[in-house]
């Protein structure tokens, strides 16, 4: 598993804040870029999810959606701590 840095903790915490915490209300690559191309966070994404931070949602047309696990909330709680 690759360091995580302040991108993958900026993607959780957007993640969280925007209640995006179960299938149904995932969001999708696109929404969550952060002024980043879709291929980085593409890749921050799966880096995220083989890690347990993130899982996917129902998909949203074509395009899949996120949201984060407790795993994840767990580990945002504890690196803003």
């Given at each position: ?31 969550i ?49």
């Amino acid at each position: 598993m690759r360091r995580m840095d302040i991108r993958d903790l900026l993607i959780l915490s957007a993640l969280t804040e925007g209640g995006h915490v179960n299938r149904l209300t995932g969001m999708t690559i696109y929404d969550i870029r952060l002024d980043r191309k879709y291929d980085a966070v593409y890749r921050r994404m799966l880096h995220l999810e083989r890690a347990g931070f993130v899982a996917r949602g129902f998909a949203n047309a074509k395009s899949d959606t996120y949201y984060i696990t407790q795993k994840g909330i767990d580990f945002i709680k504890e690196a803003v701590l």
